[in-house]
C-alpha cells in the first residue's frame, strides 16, 4: 500500500466545513501505539474559543491538545491550531503560532501549516486533506508532494463539502484518495517502528 513503505515522522490534517464529524472519525481510529505527532488546522469562527480538542480526547486514545507558542512535538500527541492563529511546524520540530494575516480569508491557514511541515519534515510527512468549503491546503499539499512526502485526499463523493478535496486533487494530486474509512485504516498502520537489533 502507498505510504507504508515509508516512515511517517509527523501528520498534518486540513479541515473546514464538515471537519469535526470527519475528525472524530479519524481519531477515534488511533490505537495507543500511534506513533507520529499529528497537527491539524479546522477552520472555526476567529472569535470563538473551542472546546473541541477535550471534546475529542474523550474519544481518541492518543493524547489531543491546542497547540502552544515553542512546543516541542511529542509522539503520538495530536495537536490543534488555537482559533485565529496560524500554527506552523518549524525546522527544530517544535510548533509555532502566528496572527499573520489570514490566507484565503483563514487563520488558521492549512497552507501555512502544510507548507511549513514540508520544509521541515520533508519526505517523512504525510498530508491529509478532508471535507471543506474552501481551496485552503491545494497548495500546502503539493508543497508536501514536491518535499517528497505523502498525500491523502478524503473521497470527494463522500465529504460533506467536496470543494477542498476536490481543489487539492486538482492542484497537487494524491497519493492516495480515501473514505474516512480507508483512511482511519490506513492511520492506524502508523505504529512505533520495530527497533531494529544492532
Same mark, same amino acid.
Given at each position: 500500500m502507498a505510504g507504508q513503505d515509508k516512515h511517517?515522522? %509527523?501528520v498534518v490534517i486540513g479541515a473546514s466545513a464538515g471537519g469535526v464529524e470527519a475528525l472524530s472519525v479519524l481519531l477515534q481510529a488511533l490505537p495507543e501505539d500511534f506513533y507520529p505527532p499529528v497537527a491539524i488546522v479546522l477552520h472555526l469562527p476567529p472569535d470563538r474559543s473551542t472546546a473541541l480538542p477535550q471534546l475529542l480526547a474523550r474519544k481518541c486514545a492518543r493524547p489531543v491538545k491546542e497547540a502552544e507558542d515553542k512546543e516541542p512535538l511529542v509522539n503520538? *500527541?495530536?495537536?490543534? @491550531?488555537?482559533?485565529?492563529y496560524h500554527l506552523l511546524v518549524e525546522p527544530d520540530r517544535s510548533l509555532s503560532l502566528s496572527r499573520d494575516e489570514p490566507l484565503h480569508y483563514s487563520r488558521p491557514s492549512i497552507d501555512m501549516l502544510f507548507e511549513s511541515a514540508a520544509m521541515a519534515c520533508r519526505e517523512t510527512v504525510l498530508g491529509i486533506i478532508l471535507t471543506g468549503a474552501s481551496k485552503d491546503g491545494a497548495e500546502g499539499l503539493k508543497q508536501?508532494? *514536491?518535499?517528497?512526502? %505523502? @498525500?491523502?485526499?478524503q473521497q470527494p463523493d463522500e465529504a460533506l463539502s467536496r470543494i477542498m478535496p476536490e481543489a487539492a486533487i486538482s492542484t497537487a494530486g494524491a497519493d492516495q484518495v480515501l473514505t474516512l474509512k480507508q483512511l482511519s485504516e490506513n492511520l492506524s498502520r502508523l505504529t512505533a517502528p520495530a527497533i531494529e537489533a544492532d
Amino acid at each position: 500500500m502507498a505510504g507504508q513503505d515509508k516512515h511517517i515522522e %509527523l501528520v498534518v490534517i486540513g479541515a473546514s466545513a464538515g471537519g469535526v464529524e470527519a475528525l472524530s472519525v479519524l481519531l477515534q481510529a488511533l490505537p495507543e501505539d500511534f506513533y507520529p505527532p499529528v497537527a491539524i488546522v479546522l477552520h472555526l469562527p476567529p472569535d470563538r474559543s473551542t472546546a473541541l480538542p477535550q471534546l475529542l480526547a474523550r474519544k481518541c486514545a492518543r493524547p489531543v491538545k491546542e497547540a502552544e507558542d515553542k512546543e516541542p512535538l511529542v509522539n503520538g *500527541t495530536v495537536y490543534f @491550531a488555537p482559533p485565529d492563529y496560524h500554527l506552523l511546524v518549524e525546522p527544530d520540530r517544535s510548533l509555532s503560532l502566528s496572527r499573520d494575516e489570514p490566507l484565503h480569508y483563514s487563520r488558521p491557514s492549512i497552507d501555512m501549516l502544510f507548507e511549513s511541515a514540508a520544509m521541515a519534515c520533508r519526505e517523512t510527512v504525510l498530508g491529509i486533506i478532508l471535507t471543506g468549503a474552501s481551496k485552503d491546503g491545494a497548495e500546502g499539499l503539493k508543497q508536501i508532494r *514536491t518535499c517528497g512526502g %505523502l @498525500a491523502w485526499i478524503q473521497q470527494p463523493d463522500e465529504a460533506l463539502s467536496r470543494i477542498m478535496p476536490e481543489a487539492a486533487i486538482s492542484t497537487a494530486g494524491a497519493d492516495q484518495v480515501l473514505t474516512l474509512k480507508q483512511l482511519s485504516e490506513n492511520l492506524s498502520r502508523l505504529t512505533a517502528p520495530a527497533i531494529e537489533a544492532d
